[in-house]
């Protein structure tokens, strides 16, 4: 595969690492945030120990380059397989969920003694996000 770096639309991939961390956002945060704190098993207590042990400016920094990063990544493959349009980012999204971040999720799942709920709270995020960020990738092309 040769990195077309110059056929890239570098904003889309800016826009599709914000997506993936919005989404982020809107899901750990005001639609599951307890449902996924129980689930992981953690008390208010714990929360807010892990809060104080990364500062936010660390966090959300660490997580905006993680996905600017996996968007990069996504970009050069929509690039290189000339892939067009919504519809077909947001598969190639679904896929790379599929063989990578699902199998890698749950080799993580497997060593932790958390509810399989867990598993599938942060396994559709990730689904979500990757075809939002596939979708946007696609259709800037």
Do not use: C
């Not at 826009?15 to 945030?33: D, E, K, N, R, T």
Request: no cysteine.
């Amino acid at each position: 595969m040769f990195a077309k770096l110059n056929e890239i639309n570098w904003l889309a991939v800016v826009v599709a690492g914000v997506a993936m961390f919005l989404i982020g956002g809107i899901w750990y945060g005001a639609v599951f945030a307890k449902l996924w704190q129980r689930l992981h098993g953690y008390t208010d207590e714990q929360v807010k120990v892990m809060q104080k042990a990364r500062p936010p400016q660390v966090f959300f920094s660490v997580m905006i380059i993680a996905y600017l990063i996996g968007a990069l990544a996504m970009a050069l493959i929509v690039v290189n397989i000339g892939l067009r349009g919504a519809f077909d980012g947001a598969v190639l999204g679904a896929f790379l969920w599929l063989f990578a971040t699902t199998a890698i999720g749950l080799t993580d799942h497997i060593t932790r003694t958390r509810p399989f709920a867990a598993y599938i709270l942060d396994s559709v995020y990730q689904l979500v996000a990757f075809m939002a960020a596939g979708a946007i990738l696609g259709a800037w092309r």
